[in-house]
Antibody, heavy 120, light 107 residues
């Protein structure tokens, strides 16, 4: 069974940092691109970042570029999102998601989500 | 960035009704358009990829069509468990973007 489990969320002060983790199981992690997608409370979905299967190519949404860093450890089957210089508008549920690469980019398995709240 | 505009923003329909949701792209996305269902407090679930391909395990009452920059998600016979918010997402051009969502309620 495919599982993605996020952790590391919580309350951070503006300007602070948090690191999210996404531990996966049930599939060969090193074969898949992975993404972070977020959703502000009561709002829609926003794609945040993507990393290719070997970590060689990374892209970010403009809203987080220069502040967030996506990475992965294929030996540990874990995806990460280092979030620095946090702002109130980063308050969201953050989901990790798998990209099946079956026709363009889609998100076929998602974690349960982890809440990040940025507030003083 | 490519903008996706969904209509309607919300709808209420009865069990057994045929329901159609539209997603209009601000520019061509070819067939790189996906649909998701999200229930309250849950992660989204992929329903349709590549405009009309049904994701494995998704009931056949869900279908997708494409006409230029207009895409539709149809539920052929609405079921109580289909009460959710539906999002389209384009994968043609980065940054990948989502529509604002359509909330479907059961009368």
């Amino acid at each position: 069974e495919v599982q993605l489990v996020e952790s590391g969320g919580g309350l951070a002060q503006p300007g602070g940092s948090l690191r999210l983790s996404c531990a996966v199981s049930g599939f060969t992690f090193s074969n898949y691109w992975m993404h972070w997608v977020r959703q502000a409370p009561g709002r829609g979905l926003e794609w945040v970042s993507r990393i290719t299967s070997d970590g060689s190519s990374i892209i970010y949404a403009d809203s987080v570029k220069g502040r967030f860093t996506i990475s992965r450890d294929n030996a540990k089957n874990t995806l990460y999102l280092q979030m620095n210089s946090l702002r109130a508008e980063d308050t969201s549920v953050y989901y990790c998601a798998r990209d099946p690469l079956q026709f363009g980019t889609a998100f076929d398995y998602w974690g349960q989500g982890v809440l990040v709240t940025v507030s003083s | 960035d490519i903008q996706l505009t969904q209509s309607p923003s919300s709808l209420s329909a009865s069990v057994g009704d045929r329901v159609t949701i539209t997603c209009r792209a601000s520019q061509s996305v070819s067939r790189y358009l996906n649909w998701y269902q999200q229930k309250p407090g849950r992660a989204p679930q992929l329903l349709i990829y590549g405009a009309f391909n049904l994701q494995s395990g998704v009931p056949s009452r869900f279908s997708g069509t494409e006409s230029g920059t207009d895409f539709t998600l149809t539920i052929s016979s609405l079921q109580p468990e289909d009460s959710a918010t539906y999002y389209c997402q384009q994968s043609h051009t980065t940054p990948w973007t989502f529509g604002q969502g359509t909330k479907v309620e059961i009368k």
